[in-house]
């Protein structure tokens, strides 16, 4: 937990909701003198109506709605509002937070958001509201980089784990490893106590330290395992449709997006550009990309297109590998295989689609594992819409191994965070190696300390200016 931050002394404020027009719109005051500043914005509508010109000053009831209206300097009223106060420590920000709401367009908002920083607010900074809720104890850094993933959420399942995260399973993860790491530490130092006393007493470190650490480590490893999940649902799965020329990519990607966005004709070569798309195939969000088709010649705007092909490919973490199953496995296909694992440099996960079996099959499972060994291959015709639940179900499976994401399950949402754990997994494997090895024991302390140092991190214990100007600053002004 953190202690309260005392250098913000002064208040913020920042439109909460998004630009454009829309029923509602928020503005958000945050600080010691939030209330103060918005009262000599905002009056009842009771109050203007029996003293015209004139503010009546009141004190708000907390968390409670007041009907009225946000007036200029010159008393002129700008909207009609809903006024409501949250004293601190009981607030998103553990500060006092007004929230004026307005309607939603652009003109009122921006004009009571000038009004509030000509009476003595400052425009938040991103993700500045959520900044000093991290700061004032209310959330670790791993709950806070929950919020964002929540916000950026495309599909049920990112939901559930932003949610998870949120409510404090990765944290509370987090602390019982660390909680593992303290106990392994003070065994430590009973044993170079004893060690002094009786040198041949058997300690209770010699009997369990191997059993102890290498369960540290399988939790460790556990949770990392769970980070390509947590990746995926944070990012999306990155997928692109790959193929020779006239397979049935773009049909396949119209399908899968719902929507007539690429052109499909007979005419081989039509897509040259990469179309691109953010779908959700059975709750797993899909970054979908349609590619030019792969052959080894082509005029010079193919040339092109089949260079953002490769390098969309190089980058992807599915391939969706199309070939035309009324016709044998051609050269190009043979050549676009070679090129999409060439020098081994490229192993993203592969499906392979034999695309419109309702023409025929002339290609078989054995002739595709003989080409193409070791990929999950499935038959589907686009013209008929048969075979596409299987691919979408395939789709699942690769992400998930068949299992859903569990309620309440703890899922590494951030690189950062996949990046402290590894850290603190090579201390804790050191330590392990320094046992086995019979180093003394206060030395294999030293990486322990390190490890839990590492994770501290990742909840946000000790860490840097910069790296939390890094995490807030990818939220938006508002939140």
Known sequence: MNIRNDEFNDTIVAISTPPGEGGIGIVRFSGNDALAIALKMFVRKMEREKLPGELQKFFPVPRKLYYGYVLDEQGHEIDEVLFSYMPGPHSYTCEDVVEINAHGGAVPLKNILSLA????????????FTKRAYLNGRLDLVQAESILALIRAKTDKALKAALNGLKGALSSEILTLRADIVSLLAQIEVEVDFSYEDPDLETDLERDFAKKILGLLSKIETLLRRRFQGKILQEGLKTVIAGRPNVGKSSLYNYLIREERAIVTEIPGTTRDLLVEYINVRGVPLKLIDTAGLHPAGDEVEKIGMMFSRKAM????????????????????????RNIYQ???????????????????????????????GHPTLEISLREGSGLE???DTISKMVFSGEAVAEGSALLLEARQEELLKKAQTCVEDAYNAY???IPPDLISIDLRQAGQYLGEIIGEEISEDILEHIFGQFCIGK
């Open 314 to 337: 190089e980058e992807a973490d599915l391939l969706l590998f199309m070939l035309d199953a009324s016709q044998e496995i051609s050269a190009e296909d043979r050549w676009i295989y």
């Open 436 to 438: 086995i090895k019979k």
């Open 117 to 128: 920083l000509k009476k003595g607010a400052r425009l938040a900074d991103p993700g500045e």
């Open 343 to 373: 020098d081994g440099n490229i192993d993203p996960g592969l499906i392979i689609i034999l695309n419109k079996i309702d023409l025929g099959l002339r290609i078989t499972r054995e002739n595709v594992e003989d080409v193409f060994p």
């Open 390 to 392: 299987k691919l979408e």
